[in-house]
């Protein structure tokens, strides 16, 4: 057992109130919040130069638009930030022989369902190739309770792992929360993402398996009533790492996507540097380079570890 640190360097992130904070910050800016369902980019043909956000001296494209539930929203920049979700980012962002004229739904070999528009570039039967040949952002399904004790309990966070005489081995992690609760997460699995958050389902005996664990390694939470069960899916890139800038030979077109489970953490880090490229046309706050989307312009896909 060690120690990580103290109230005094240590805090924790909870991801409902930051993300909503954030969202409720940006619209007090000046931000205009869109709620629909995204369907594509709408690309068209650029030549190399400054304003166009392609290399010099090469051929590419550029976005120009956003298809929200078959309609087109102008746009001169595009973040794909979608989690397990961006790996249609392959399809989305194509070259070659122009956009994709079907329509209806279809899957592409990123194994996310998505909806296609005339305007998107994103049929594989029109001869053109994607610019991301390389990236598959698969997802690795956990379950996660929270709990509240009927005593207050210490601010001390478990990360553990251990096996059970049958031989299984589990890997509980427990946070106590301010608010009197304690979130407990486990069971990962190695599932296909579902085509939509809606189908993400909760399986009972998994909670009751953390639940179970959790008591073993607090008495206090045997008996805790479960005030929440979910799940969810850690979006992971091939190689593990974060997928953080510019798509190559796309200009205005941005990924950010891959952190697996750190993705609530380094979500204001990210934002900030993707802020930077966008404005400036490179990141200065620290360097990103080793996360960009850049490594997945040639090759076949990858498989991201389980």
Not at 188 to 209: C, F, I, K, T, Y
Not at 211 to 234: F, H, I
Not at 235 to 261: E, K, M, N, Q, R
Request: charged share 15%.
């Amino acid at each position: 057992m060690s120690e990580m640190g103290s109230p005094a360097d240590t805090a924790q992130v909870h991801p409902h109130k930051l993300t909503t904070a954030l969202l409720e910050s940006a619209v007090t800016r000046g931000s205009r919040l869109l709620q629909g369902c995204v369907e594509g980019l709408q690309l068209e043909e650029a030549a190399g130069g400054d304003d166009t956000g392609v290399e010099e001296g090469k051929s590419g494209r550029r976005v120009t638009g956003v298809v929200v539930d078959g309609v087109v929203v102008p746009a001169d920049v595009a973040v794909i930030a979608m989690g397990p979700w961006s790996g249609v980012a392959r399809e989305w962002l194509r070259a070659g022989a122009g956009s994709g004229s079907g329509s209806g739904s279809g899957s592409g070999s990123s194994g996310v369902t998505g909806k296609r528009a005339s305007s998107v570039v994103a049929a594989e039967s029109s001869g053109s190739r994607s610019l991301l040949p390389g990236l598959t952002i698969t997802g690795q399904k956990y379950h996660s309770v929270v709990l509240r004790p009927h005593k207050p309990v210490t601010n001390h966070m478990l990360f553990t792992g251990f096996k059970y005489a049958s031989g299984r081995v589990v890997e509980p992690e427990v946070y106590p929360r301010p608010d009197g609760t304690v979130y407990v997460c486990g069971e990962p699995q190695a599932l296909p993402v579902p085509s939509n958050a809606a189908e993400v389902h909760v399986e009972e005996q998994l909670g009751d398996n953390i639940r179970m664990v959790a008591g073993s390694l607090a008495s206090c939470l045997a008996q805790a009533p479960v005030e929440t069960l979910q799940a969810c899916y850690l979006p992971c890139a091939p190689d593990s790492l974060p997928v953080i800038g510019p798509v190559p030979h796309c200009g205005g077109a941005f990924l950010a996507t891959g952190h697996t489970c750190w993705g609530i953490l380094n979500a204001p880090a990210t934002g900030l540097v993707l802020a930077e490229m966008i404005t400036e046309g490179r990141a200065s706050s620290c360097d990103v380079a080793a996360f960009s989307p850049s490594r997945f312009a040639g090759g076949r896909p990858g498989n991201a570890g389980a």
